[in-house]
């Protein structure tokens, strides 16, 4: 019973590229959790989605930041024109939902941006 | 919105010695908490949850912590740390599930 997968562990991009970050759920979760964590610092919350929906996004930069979660496949976080300031660690969290409290974390992909 | 303040970025104690970790919670309505754990690059390991079943919760790893209102606090304690509890601990609360609200984490250091 896999958990929560994660890909790339490590993703080192240029100034003004393009970042994708994939995260695939546990098996049988339908929610998806995105958080950053900056170094020193807790974790943030950024986005949380359903199959197909994004349900709050009250976390997630206005600009440069998109989120989605297909009907197949894993959700992707997507970072266009990456700056300095994006190098984080990046977390997914998945859930079964319908009240379930309990969110399960994968091991985060590490954002470098040279 | 809810909101946790964890007490001390860094706790180090002997091998042997309690522990205790320090998060207080701000919630408008009865919310439920968490500690989670995370090793050097890796993510995070729920180490025990308190969602109103019981005041006291016992998690992994020998730690537990108490749910106090006219507190409002969720502390994590364990009798005896161990070489391997050196971690980063987090104290996370959600209301809803929607969006969990994590502490800026606090790092244990357990010396010989």
């Known amino acids: 019973n896999a958990g929560v997968m994660q890909n790339p562990r490590h993703l080192v991009r240029r100034r003004g590229q393009e970042a994708r970050l994939r995260c695939s759920p546990m098996?049988?979760?339908?929610?998806v959790y995105w958080y950053r964590q900056l170094p020193e610092e807790g974790l943030k919350f950024m986005v949380y989605?359903?199959?197909?929906?994004?349900?709050?996004e009250s976390g997630m930069p206005k600009e440069r930041f998109s989120a989605e979660f297909p009907k197949e496949g894993p959700s992707i976080l997507r970072i266009q024109q990456v700056v300095r300031g994006d190098s984080a660690a990046y977390f997914c969290a998945s859930s079964l939902g319908q009240g379930s409290t309990e969110q399960y974390f994968g091991p985060g992909t590490r954002l470098t941006v040279t | 919105a809810q909101s946790v303040t964890q007490l001390g970025s860094h706790v180090s104690v002997s091998e042997g010695a309690l522990v205790l970790l320090r998060c207080n919670y701000s919630s408008s309505v009865p919310p439920y908490l968490f500690w989670y754990v995370q090793y050097p690059n890796q993510g995070l390991q729920l180490l025990l949850k308190y969602t109103s079943a019981a005041t006291l919760v016992k998690g992994i790893n020998g730690f537990e912590a108490e749910f106090k209102k006219s507190e409002t606090s969720f502390h994590l304690t364990k009798p005896s740390a161990h070489m391997s509890d050196a971690a980063e601990y987090f104290c996370a609360v959600t209301i809803n599930n929607n969006d969990m609200r994590f502490g800026a984490g606090t790092r244990l250091t357990v010396k010989p």
């Open positions: 098996k049988g979760h339908s929610h």
């Open positions: 989605l359903q199959k197909e929906n994004i349900i709050d």
